[in-house]
């Protein structure tokens, strides 16, 4: 089952208006990352926020971490046509010799020109 | 350098058939995973390669899943029987020992199983 649930499904945005996706996962988790899927580059890996981070910045990105909700959240600002794209959440959960990296359904994000 | 590459890109078989797919990691990475997308879905885990530790499998969702990694490097996964409800795009990913986390993914085979 998966363990990051973003919301919403779908979001659509006029370019220079700021994005703000979210993703809630149910266990312990070591770290949280973001990644982006589109049809160019594939999914490609955009931030990582460990457990005992609150926020995080790259860019026009900035992630918050709530271990305590058991959530984050992805903003994108001053967005660009370039930023459509699907984003997914994916947690890290440690085991006994590795972990494991579990994806969410992911967010569709449409910025229009 | 080289990113993570995958072959077939596209592969269409009839059911019952038994199909190959094979990852090629970035040169160096450790780990290797193996994931499955269907249409508008979101990844679901299949199978972890890490060193030469025994792989975990508890993503393949039947026995007729199976994936090997050989030399440390290339990775094949295999589906025996195919069904229909095998049509999916299959993505490989890599990451090194010095951010695990951080994983690259190949371009992904589509399957269509007819």
């Known amino acids: 089952s998966q363990q990051g649930e973003e919301d919403p499904q779908a979001l659509s945005i006029q370019e220079g208006e700021n994005a703000t996706m979210n993703c809630s996962y149910k266990?312990?988790?070591?770290?949280l990352q973001w990644y982006r899927q589109n049809s160019g580059r594939g999914l490609v890996h955009l931030i990582l926020i460990r457990s005992n981070e609150r926020e995080k910045h790259s860019g026009r990105l900035r992630v918050t971490l709530d271990t305590s909700k058991k959530s984050s959240s992805l903003l994108i600002t001053a967005s660009r046509a370039a930023d459509t794209a699907s984003y997914f959440c994916a947690t890290a959960q440690g085991y006994t010799g590795g972990f494991k990296t579990i994806f969410g359904a992911g967010t569709r994000l449409f910025v229009k020109a | 350098g080289a990113g993570v590459s995958q072959s077939p890109s596209n592969k269409v078989t009839e059911k019952g058939k038994d199909v190959e797919l094979r990852c090629d990691p970035i040169?160096?990475?450790?780990?290797l995973y193996w994931y499955r997308q269907s249409l508008g879905q979101g990844l679901e885990f299949l199978i972890y390669?890490?060193?030469?530790?025994?792989?975990?499998k508890s993503g393949l969702p039947s026995d007729r899943f199976s994936a090997e990694r050989t030399g440390g490097s290339v990775s094949t996964l295999t589906i025996q029987r195919t069904q229909q409800e095998d049509s999916a795009v299959y993505l490989c990913?890599?990451?090194?020992?010095?951010?695990?986390?951080?994983?690259?993914f190949g371009p992904g085979t589509r399957l269509t199983v007819t």
């Open positions: 266990t312990s988790i070591n770290n």
């Open positions: 390669f890490q060193g030469n530790s025994a792989p975990d």
């Open positions: 990913a890599s990451s090194s020992g010095v951010n695990p986390y951080e994983q690259y």
């Open positions: 040169s160096g990475h450790t780990a």
